[in-house]
């Protein structure tokens, strides 16, 4: 069965410290990997998205894709206390339909 | 520009009973997907229609049901309603089918009670 697998948290960093965030998948044939942000409530906001191996930076945030260890994870730099929220890894499988993982809880400490 | 909008925002039905969500994709945009989410979980995939045509069925019995419009937008039909139907239903709207990036909307919010 394909998964995608996030540490539940909470993940509990100081404002202004680097908060990391990691994602493992278990279909090889994945080619599409992407970071959304979903605040209580609300639904699911796309913050990165990254297809081939490597660092993509976008602003405080930067996605890193490692196929061969099946790893995806998010940096977010000097974070916020409204980063504070639940992170969602979606990667696509092989048909191309999105797994997503059951996300990441972030709590940014004032 | 207008985002994905879906309605209603919020419902509640009974067991037994049927319900019809709708999703407006952003404009230009011609693929829609339906999620499930429940909390404390990511979200479900349920179906994906690109160009009218359904491209993908997540893993879900047959009362769920979907199609898509001449406009792009599409409607979720879910028959004989449970209460572990009870979740936020998210409509998410992309360019093309396929790994791409989707686009949400704010979500239904279903409680069956």
């Known amino acids: 069965q394909k998964e995608v697998e996030q540490n539940s948290g909470p993940l509990s960093v100081p404002e202004g410290a680097i908060a990391s965030l990691n994602c493992t998948y278990s279909d090889r044939g994945s080619q599409s990997f992407f970071w959304y942000r979903q605040y209580s409530g609300k639904s699911p906001e796309l913050i990165m998205s990254?297809?081939s191996n490597g660092d993509k930076e976008d602003g405080r945030f930067t996605a890193q894709l490692n196929k061969a260890s099946q790893y995806v994870s998010l940096l977010i730099r000097d974070s916020q206390p409204s980063d504070s929220a639940t992170y969602l890894c979606a990667v696509s499988d092989s048909n191309y339909q999105l797994i997503w993982g059951a996300g990441t809880k972030l709590i940014i400490k004032p | 520009d207008a985002g994905v909008t879906q309605s209603p925002t919020h419902l509640i039905k009974t067991r037994g009973q049927q319900v019809t969500l709708r999703c407006s994709p952003i404009s230009g945009h011609k693929s829609v997907s339906w999620y499930q989410q429940v909390l404390g979980q990511g979200p479900q995939f349920i179906f994906q229609y690109y160009e009218k045509e359904e491209r993908g069925r997540g893993n879900f019995p047959d009362r769920f049901s979907a199609r898509q419009f001449p406009n792009y937008s599409s409607e979720l039909n879910v028959n004989a309603l449970l209460l572990g139907d009870s979740a936020l239903y998210l409509c998410?709207?992309?360019?093309?089918?396929?790994?791409?990036?989707?686009?949400f909307g704010p979500g239904t919010r279903l409680t069956v009670t």
């Open positions: 990254i297809y």
């Open positions: 998410a709207s992309s360019l093309y089918s396929g790994g791409v990036e989707q686009y």
